[in-house]
């Protein structure tokens, strides 16, 4: 599942977790406050097209991830 991806990749690329973006369905409390501690974003489904690219865009912006 998703945090446990997220606490492997905090353990060998921290580097790597602004690049996180976290997509559930589950209203579970846990998951949601474990997101919440992470600062990641988050889509909840369900969600549009629309949501997902500005999602990325935000990401992209905020110089997460190196350009080539």
Known sequence: DGS???REVADWR????SRFIFI???DDTEVA???RQSRAPI???PFR???IRRTIDEVLASGAVARS
């Open 4 to 6: 446990n991806l997220y």
């Open 14 to 17: 921290p580097d790597l977790l």
């Open 24 to 26: 559930s369905g589950f």
């Open 33 to 35: 406050d474990f997101i």
């Open 43 to 45: 889509l909840s489904k």
């Open 49 to 51: 097209f629309e949501d």
